[in-house]
Structures are given as structure tokens and as C-alpha cells.
């Protein structure tokens, strides 16, 4: 039979020692130790290699069943949580960080019994203890634990260690909130540009992308985030792939957009990603067509003038049409007749020389009027179209010349129903009789 010191066991049989007192305690079988044999760590939580992975990059919460399932670290620092009543003992679960944001205060608590909660830092074969609490929560059941405005570090790997006080384990609620506002996620509709992630590396051409595509993610930072991020010979800013954050396959625009600002950075430009700023940074995206921040231009409205420009003049309307059903215009007035023509001057212009009588009304179109021989029409005296007819003799005769012929009106336009020709303006008044004193032959006024 195998014997063990009291502490933990279960005791069978027990013998005084030769001095009356409490003795070597025999057991015939083990049934729980202080501190029990892990199971298997390939069970997440078991321990820091097989730690629960939870995506820790927004608010989260994580509901553990038992907290009894692993062995805790080799060493606490209570230094750093005192009067927080932390123990420190017994058994954990382990929870992995991924994707925590750099630069932004996290709040975490724990709930369900008398919990411990630690965070650690590092690798787990070099685990540092980073913060600790025992009994600060303000939880509905009592002595649950908090650690408030916990800030992470770039490039650091952390881990949470939940336990309980004096070795108690059950089950509890971890919760995980950013004291900052998480960044408004944007809502595009425009196109942003996607480029190859390396010059000439990629089978496809760079292009105008819907925000709903999914294309990969590399971002672009003004100042140098942690050590990881590259920068470039020729480049003012910073590239990285995966630096604070996982390498982002299939991303949509928001999704892109937002990966890089939880990490404190931005989307690189098309120009940044062209020129190679984050090329060579991983994951495997200089072959592919990574987002960038550039949006596709719109066609930018005419500008308009403060002071509007004044109106065009109007256009004459056109005549309207004839109208079968309409009334025929109206014929014109007639044109009054001319008034006669006054006496000859006793001084009158020498022989040859042609004067236009004022009363003609159809001077200089083309067509002598003066109803002399060879003219076109009779409408002026003899001798007063002198401009279309040519000096005109004076007639041997004293009577009158006949009445001119009207000029013929141009025809109207055409129409269903012709109107009624216009009527023919009255013959003018008769010239009076020659005067005594005519010009001398050859000469017309």
C-alpha cells in the first residue's frame, strides 16, 4: 500500500505514532489531489499551448463551462493586483488574444464565483505576468474580478488566466469590452481602386472594384506602429500585412477599411501601393489585388453662376399655320394714294439729269413704274421713277397719262381655303397739267 501525507486525500486508515499523535495516514487509493495530473492539453483551455483562441479585435464575451480544465503558470506576480484579495493557486482556463487593438484601453471581467483573473504576455515558454484583480468586479454574484483600462501592446502575444480563489473553479462569463469607441464603420456606394500588391506580380489588371468584392488587405501607416512595419526606400509611410492584426483574405471595402484602423492604421493609397510602399510585407498578397483608399471619381455637376445670365431676346413666333377651320385674315388697309407731285421749280436741274419723284412708291426696285415707254409698270408719273426708267422727255401732250397699272402682290402661302385677294389700293390722283414752264428736253423730275 502507498502512503501520503494528509492534504488533499481521502483518508482510510490512520495510526497514532509512538508519541500519541497524529500519525502516517495509509491509503488504498488516491481519490483527488490539491492539485490534479492536467488532462490531455489538446482540449482548448487545457493549457497555454491549447489556450481558447477568440477574436479579440472588438467587444467580446466567452462562457466557460468549468474553469478546472488546465494547470495554471508556473509564477504569479500579486504585486500587481494587491488588496484585491488575488490567490493565485489551483486550477485555470487559458484564453488566447488575437487580433487585440494597440493604443486602446480594454476593460475585462470575470463572473460566475470567486474568480482570479491575469492576463499574461509573451510566448508560452516566456510568460510574463502583465495584470491581475481578485475581487473588484460588480457582478451580480459576489467577488468576481476586474481590470479595468488594461491598454495592449503592438506586436504582443496575450493571454488570460481564469481562476478562483484558494483553488475553487465553476463556471464564469469572461467579458471583454474597448473603452474608445470602435470606428464608425464606413458605408461606401462609389468604387475604390484594387492594386496589385507588388508591380507586375499579379494576373489580373488593377481596376475599378465594387465595395462588395472581396479582395485581400495590406495597410499603409503615417508613423511607425511597432517594428514589424516595413518602410520602403522612397515611401513616407509604413506597410504591413499582418502586423497587430491576422493576414485579411476576402475582404470586403468596410471589412478592409476597419481591419486597418483597429490596427491604428489606414488603407494604403493606390500611389503608396503602386509604388511598393507595403509590398513584401506577407501573407502572400503581392500576387493579388489589395484594397486601397482611392474612390472613384463622380462627374462633378456644371458650376453655377452667383448672378444668373439675363434671358435671350425673344424669337419672333412664326405666323401660325392656315387653319382650315380658321377665318381667313383680314386683307391689308389699303395704302393711302399718293399725294401729287408739286409744281416743277422754275430752276430745275440742266438736260440729262434724272430727279426721283418723293410720292413713287416703288422707287428703285428694280421695275420702272413711270408707265413711259418700255416700263414694267404704270404706277408713278411719266419721269418719276428716274432711277429704274432713265431721264424721261417731256410728252407734247397736255392731257393727262392714263392711270398706272397696279403692281402685282406677291401670291400668299399656300393654304386649305385661299383667302380673298386684297383689294386694290385706289388710282392715284390725276398730275396736274404741265406747267408753262417745263425742263427742256432731256430733263425729268
Keep these: 500500500t502507498d502512503y501520503v501525507q494528509s492534504g488533499g486525500c481521502t483518508v482510510v486508515n490512520e495510526l497514532p505514532n509512538s508519541d500519541g499523535g497524529e500519525g502516517i495516514i495509509y491509503v488504498d487509493r488516491v481519490v483527488s489531489l490539491t492539485n490534479p495530473v492536467p488532462p490531455p492539453s489538446s482540449s482548448p483551455g487545457r493549457s497555454c499551448e491549447a489556450a481558447l483562441s477568440i477574436d479579440a479585435s472588438s467587444a467580446f464575451s466567452v462562457d466557460i463551462a468549468d474553469t478546472s480544465l488546465g494547470v495554471g503558470p508556473s509564477s504569479y506576480d500579486a504585486s500587481l493586483c494587491l488588496d484585491t484579495a488575488f490567490g493565485g493557486a489551483g486550477p485555470v482556463f487559458w484564453i488566447k488574444l488575437d487580433g487585440v487593438r494597440p493604443g486602446n484601453e480594454l476593460d475585462l471581467t470575470t463572473c460566475g464565483f470567486d474568480t482570479d ?14 495584470a491581475c484583480d481578485g475581487d473588484s468586479g460588480s457582478c451580480s454574484v459576489d467577488y468576481g474580478s476586474s481590470i479595468d483600462d488594461f491598454v495592449p501592446k503592438a506586436d504582443t502575444q496575450y493571454y488570460i488566466v481564469v481562476g478562483g480563489y ?89 471589412e478592409a477599411s476597419s481591419i486597418c484602423e483597429l490596427a491604428g492604421a489606414r488603407l494604403c493609397s493606390a500611389a503608396e501601393l503602386a509604388a511598393g510602399c507595403a509590398a513584401g510585407t ?34 419672333p413666333s412664326p405666323p401660325p399655320p392656315p ?106 390722283s390725276s398730275p396736274p397739267p404741265p406747267s408753262p414752264l417745263l425742263s427742256p428736253p432731256g430733263v425729268c423730275v
Excluded at 483573473?117 to 502583465?130: H, I, K, N, P, Y
Design 117 to 130: 483573473l491575469s492576463v499574461f504576455e509573451g510566448s508560452c515558454s516566456s510568460l510574463s505576468m502583465a
Design 166 to 254: 484558494g483553488g475553487e473553479s465553476g463556471a464564469a462569463t469572461l467579458t471583454g469590452t474597448y473603452s474608445s469607441t470602435d470606428p464608425e464603420p464606413p458605408n461606401p456606394t462609389s468604387k475604390r481602386y484594387v492594386e496589385c500588391g507588388r508591380r507586375n506580380r499579379c494576373s489580373e489588371e488593377p481596376k475599378w472594384a465594387d465595395v462588395d468584392e472581396k479582395h485581400e488587405v495590406r495597410c499603409c501607416a503615417d508613423e511607425r506602429i511597432s517594428n514589424s512595419w516595413k518602410k520602403t526606400d522612397g515611401c513616407s509611410v509604413w506597410g504591413e500585412s499582418n502586423g497587430g492584426f491576422a493576414c485579411a483574405n476576402r475582404k470586403t471595402f468596410v
Design 282 to 315: 506577407g501573407c502572400g498578397h503581392d500576387s493579388d489585388l489589395v484594397w486601397s483608399s482611392d474612390e472613384e471619381p463622380s462627374s462633378a455637376p456644371p458650376s453655377t453662376s452667383t448672378s444668373p445670365p439675363p434671358p435671350p431676346s425673344p424669337k
Design 323 to 428: 387653319s382650315a377651320s380658321s377665318s381667313p385674315p383680314p386683307p391689308p388697309p389699303p395704302s393711302p394714294p399718293p399725294s401729287p407731285p408739286p409744281p416743277p421749280s422754275p430752276l430745275l436741274s440742266p438736260p440729262g439729269v434724272c430727279v426721283d419723284d418723293p410720292n413713287c412708291p416703288h422707287l428703285n426696285d428694280g421695275d420702272c413704274d413711270d408707265g413711259g415707254p418700255g416700263s414694267d409698270y404704270s404706277i408713278c408719273g411719266l419721269g418719276g421713277d428716274c432711277s429704274d426708267c432713265g431721264p424721261r422727255p417731256p410728252s407734247a401732250s397736255t392731257s393727262p397719262p392714263p392711270p398706272p397699272s397696279p403692281k402685282p402682290s406677291p401670291p400668299p402661302p399656300p393654304a386649305s381655303s385661299p383667302p380673298p385677294p386684297p383689294s386694290p389700293p385706289p388710282p392715284p
